[in-house]
């Protein structure tokens, strides 16, 4: 599956499981225009989330995302580092791929099920901006929503803040195709695109 990382890269490390601090959703500070990369591992589950009662949109028939971004809090481990002591760039794309993941699998939307369909969610499209450095041991908290659907793919944004001052870290942007068995575009299934607008409805009353 083509992948476009829109950024200087180094060489990929080892990626192992990253430890998670929470989740919860809020409505977003800042937003810039925007499932799963091949290649890179995937990380650890993490605990239930914890949402907020902010209203939210989600109108896939009209093309729009949603308001409020889900949030994983996670801490740079030693071998993220590069040479220059700084979390090495294709980490955060691992980091962006966890978060989709979370995503998807709270609305009910899994990768494994997916994929016992015979379909896929590839991701087609990823393009990060660097801001500032993450070192070992800093934590931080990815933020992710679903901000724009078409008929057969869904558009991801996510931010990336160190904690505890919300120092904005990166910006990425992500897009992910609904293929076939035979790696053709195909429109998202009922079942899914029903999942995410009853998903949404339920945090605006829950």
Known sequence: MVQAIVASMHVMPSLSCVKTMGLHFQQ???????????????????????????????????????????????????YELDQYGVVNNAVYASYCQHARHEL???????????????????????????LAP???????????????SSAVRLY??????????????????????????NYRPVRIPPDCRSKLVQFVRHEEFD
Do not use: N
Not at 29 to 54: D, E, I, K, M
Not at 104 to 130: C, H, M, N, P, Q
Not at 157 to 177: C, D, G, N, R, S
């Open 134 to 148: 993450l070192r070992s041991g800093d934590k931080f908290v990815v933020k992710v929503r679903v901000s724009d």
């Open 28 to 78: 977003p500070t800042s937003l810039s225009p925007a499932f799963r990369p091949s290649g890179l591992p995937s990380l650890r589950s993490v605990p239930p989330v914890r949402c907020c009662r902010t209203p939210t949109a989600f109108d896939f028939r009209s093309g729009k995302g949603m308001r409020g971004f889900l949030e994983v809090e996670l801490k740079v481990r030693d």
């Open 156 to 181: 991801f944004e996510h931010f990336i803040y160190k904690l505890p001052k919300q120092e904005l870290v990166l910006e990425a942007k992500a897009t992910a195709v609904w293929l076939d068995k």
């Open 104 to 130: 998807l699998e709270r609305i009910g939307v899994s990768a494994d099920a997916v994929a016992r369909t015979g379909d896929a969610l590839a991701l087609s499209e990823l393009s990060l901006k660097f």
